[in-house]
């Protein structure tokens, strides 16, 4: 997707280790969101971000820390993988809060 | 329609055909309703939006319809194509708390 950046694409690991995913963006957007995608759940929003180090939590939280230091990244980290982390995380970015969300492509991740 | 299941609800029409596929929302105070486009292995696409002070809104090929009474929306394609062929689902908006439906399966027959 043209603009937002979700790295890794894929990532296995093993319970109780922490994990970090990156989201990185070129548009300059001020908003940007972290959400996780379950089967026949609709996308949860975990943390999102109005600025540089301005976040807050969102849905489902628990189990989840972001970072923004920096306007194009966004972190969000898993301080110490559960099974039921096991999902596919989406990052969002947005110029004005909450019309026109542009995805990314994704994060698979899988705690085994 | 929208399901919170284990399963995704389904729609299979075939190409050239239109497609209806149907969103109920939970919040009368949502003000703001997007659908999106989710294809497999993608992060999901904006289609079309409309605001609640609206009750239809189109787009190219696209058309949404809101009914506030009865708080459901629809995505109307016109003479689906197989590249139409993905998850849609539908997402409401009350005071920049926005929630997002679980998706329909839209499949398109050759």
């Known amino acids: 997707d043209a603009g937002i950046t979700q790295s890794p694409r894929h990532k296995v690991t093993e319970t109780g280790t922490p994990v970090t995913l990156r989201c990185h963006q070129t548009e300059n957007h001020r908003y940007m969101y972290w959400y996780r995608q379950d089967p026949g759940h609709g996308l949860r929003l975990i943390h999102y971000s109005y600025g540089v180090k301005d976040t807050d939590k969102g849905e489902v939280s628990d189990g989840y820390s972001v970072s923004r230091s920096k306007t194009e990244d966004f972190l969000l980290t898993l301080e110490s993988a559960t099974s039921s982390q096991t999902s596919v995380y989406f990052c969002?970015?947005?110029?004005?809060?909450?019309?026109?969300?542009?995805f990314g492509s994704g994060t698979r991740l899988t705690v085994v | 329609g929208e399901s919170v299941g284990l399963h995704l609800p389904t729609l299979s029409v075939q190409e050239g055909d239109n497609s209806i596929i149907n969103c109920a929302y939970s919040n009368s105070a949502s003000d703001y309703f997007i659908w999106y486009k989710q294809e497999s292995g993608k992060g999901p696409q904006f289609i079309i939006d409309?605001?609640?002070?609206?009750d239809k809104r189109q787009g190219q090929r696209v058309t949404v319809l809101l009914n506030k009474t009865v708080k459901h929306l629809s995505l109307q394609i016109a003479a689906t194509q197989p590249g139409d062929s993905a998850v849609y689902f539908c997402a409401e908006n009350n005071e920049n708390d926005m929630r997002f439906g679980a998706g329909t399966r839209l499949t398109v027959k050759p």
């Open positions: 969002a970015i947005s110029y004005r809060g909450l019309a026109g969300y542009t």
């Open positions: 409309i605001r609640s002070n609206m």
